[in-house]
């Protein structure tokens, strides 16, 4: 399974964004999908898990302001994020366990947001 997260960039302060993430090859195994960040000097941290029946689950952080789902076909993972502050400046990655064990898991490479004061 290979993961390819898009759609950061440069927003201001209160802006919102939408990012993507698609899944390619055996996207059957995929279970749980989510959005983890990572800011400078900072620990990785998960923001958002969505089943694949459509069960949502948020970190305290990302609860009222981000929202996680899942295209229609189960392959693509989005992340729309609103009322973006600057402490949401960070590298977000999406991940995929596997319905194989929890020895399989995948990642995406990161994409950048960054929020202006």
């Known amino acids: 399974v290979q993961l390819q997260a898009s759609g950061g960039g440069l927003v201001q302060d209160g802006g919102s964004l939408r990012l993507s993430c698609a899944a390619s090859?055996?996207?059957?195994?995929?279970?749980?999908m989510s959005w983890y960040r990572q800011a400078p000097g900072k620990q990785r941290e998960l923001l958002a898990t969505?089943?694949?029946?459509?069960?949502?689950n948020y970190a305290d952080s990302a609860q009222g302001r981000f929202s996680v789902s899942r295209g229609n076909a189960k392959n693509t993972l989005y992340l729309q994020m609103n009322s973006l502050k600057s402490e949401d400046t960070a590298v977000y990655y999406c991940?995929?366990?596997?319905?194989?064990?929890?020895?399989?898991?995948?990642w995406g490479q990161g994409t950048q947001v960054t929020v202006s004061s």
């Open positions: 969505i089943t694949s029946d459509g069960t949502t």
């Open positions: 090859g055996m996207i059957f195994v995929i279970n749980t």
């Open positions: 991940h995929a366990d596997s319905k194989l064990g929890p020895e399989y898991d995948y």
